[in-house]
């Protein structure tokens, strides 16, 4: 659509999203909430996506909300009463990342504060920009962070550092992103989406059907206790083994060939 916020394209198993108002630091509007849980349930519903990298348009990743059209838009007492109706629960959008059962690659190319950054916490890499910024901000706002912030980023570094990110709002550099386990990798500016396309092509040229298991796994794996998880694994075990990919997997190993993986 010539006025779409989030573009999407899918080359060779892998999907990338791309927030796309660089004027406005791909600050997150109405429009682009919806646009993004559209494309992460095409993601997820599409068998031909194996991988999927999120990355912003221009020199931000996500600035976060849009100030003006989401918290002020309006008149106060309407603003209010609608914010109210639009979060009784998860937000759509967070729910349609962390629900795709597809790996996410977040490619952090600048500023990701706010909801930009609990976004790249949705994903389940993230691979930064020297130019990338992290910031928790709602603390600032006079506003608590979404699932991002107060679910996943005390299980990526830990209760201690997550609080103080959340309390101070303090804002961090790559280096220390990656100090804390925050992200895995951070590159030149000019080398940050080949890095996430060959991490996401690796990925990709791996079995479909026990790469969805393995994310489950992992999702499963945050709450679950090891009777339960054991059960998991057996249970997964038990029907990978029967298919044609771990066959492939096999033969490919004793034949001293790359494997060509079909999901199925």
Not at 115 to 131: K, N, P, Q, Y
Request: aromatic letters at 6%.
């Amino acid at each position: 659509m010539p006025d779409s916020v989030v573009k999407y394209e899918v080359v060779d198993h892998v999907a990338t999203v791309t927030l796309n108002r660089p004027e406005a630091m791909n600050a997150i509007t109405r429009q682009m909430y919806v646009e993004l849980e559209a494309a992460f349930r095409d993601a997820h519903r599409d068998p031909e996506v194996r991988c999927v990298i999120v990355t912003g348009e221009g020199r931000a990743f996500c600035s976060g909300d849009d100030v003006k059209q989401i918290m002020l838009g309006g008149d106060r007492e309407a603003t209010t009463s609608r914010l109210r109706d639009v979060r009784p629960k998860p937000t759509p959008a967070a729910v349609a990342i962390l629900e795709c059962d597809k790996p996410v690659i977040a490619a952090v190319n600048g500023a990701a504060v706010g909801w930009g950054m609990d976004l790249t916490l949705f994903c389940d890499i993230r691979i930064a920009s020297e130019r990338a910024k992290f910031g928790e901000l709602f603390i600032k706002r006079g506003l608590v962070s979404d699932l991002g912030g107060l679910w996943r980023l005390p299980r990526v570094v830990g209760p201690s550092k997550a609080a103080e990110l959340l309390f101070t709002g303090d804002i961090i550099d790559p280096a220390e992103a990656l100090k804390i386990g925050l992200v895995s990798q951070v590159v030149p500016a000019e080398e940050l989406m080949p890095a996430a396309n060959a991490m996401a092509a690796k990925i990709a040229a791996n079995p479909p059907i026990a790469m969805r298991y393995m994310k489950e796994g992992l999702r499963k794996s945050v709450n679950a206790g090891m009777e339960e998880m054991g059960a998991y694994i057996g249970s997964s075990l038990a029907y990978l083994f029967t298919t044609e990919d771990h066959r492939e997997g096999a033969l490919s190993f004793v034949e001293r060939r790359e494997p060509v993986f079909k999901g199925r």
